[in-house]
């Protein structure tokens, strides 16, 4: 965080290359569970080399390696189905990419605190959103968020991704994003006081 002003600029940030981090943490995922394959694939070519009575470097490895893959895949797989790996910011309308509407992504604190969780996140944060000037402002163990509008230059669609964060010494603990429709998230708090 910078001393100076006190804001880090979260939302922003993670709209850049978001999609090759997602991979990367796939990527790594897969070989994790790749290893998990090695004993089984060990043993699964012994057994097979003495059913068959063949040695062959494709009994061999072929036993081998299918089990180390098959581990890999299913790691792959698993993980592609618990990371969000869309680009929300991509409007849903033309698939063009949405703008920012301002320099710098707003800061607000919200009564939960600690790792508390609330349920309708849309009303709980249209409700509860206090504007604060810097993430120091923000009381100890209470939590902040910071918003962003979005909006499409080709058709005018418009979103709000809201980060919700647990401010800590020199640092956020990143807790949900949230995206919401801002035309329904502006009826929900009755004005537009999340934008710059």
Known sequence: MDAKEGRIILAREEDRGMKGQC???LFSLSLVTGIVGIPIGAILSGVMQGVLNDSSALVMYGFFLAPVFLAMLIGFLWGRKSIDMKDHTICTKCKKKMRPMTEEDAIFQIPAVGDETYGDALRYLAENMERVPLVSAIPGRQRGCYVCGYRCEKCGNSIVRIKDFLPRRGSCED???YYFDFTEFSLAR????FIN
């Open 23 to 25: 991979y990367l943490v």
């Open 175 to 177: 807790k949900e994003t």
């Open 190 to 193: 009755g004005r537009e006081d």
